[in-house]
């Protein structure tokens, strides 16, 4: 018959394709509220990080002498010798 409408057949393939497409959307909604507060977070992390070295480098600047110490005289008994004082240590703290 000619005018009648055509009967929609069953596609499983269509079904799972629209399946999947729901479930990957879900997904990704869900992760995205994991995701997000550990990226602030990473976010604060660094900025603390940046603040603390440069806080750190501007304190070790600060303890620098400002001019080199006078040279050291050694006398022995036959000879006399000027050395330069020895660089005073540096403790830097390492993560």
């Known amino acids: 018959m000619p005018n009648e409408p055509r009967e929609e057949r069953y596609r499983p393939w269509a079904l799972i394709g629209i399946t999947l497409i729901a479930l990957v959307g879900f997904a ?26 440069s806080k ?8 620098a002498p400002a001019a080199d110490p006078a040279p050291v005289v050694v006398r022995t ?7 330069a004082p ?10």
């Open 28 to 53: 990704v909604f869900f992760l995205s509220f994991l995701v997000a507060p550990l990226a602030i977070l990473l976010i604060f992390y660094v900025g603390f990080a940046a603040s603390d070295r």
């Open 56 to 63: 750190r480098n501007a304190r070790d600047r600060a303890r």
């Open 77 to 83: 008994e036959t000879t006399t010798t000027t050395v």
């Open 86 to 95: 020895a660089d005073p240590p540096t403790y830097r703290r390492t993560m």
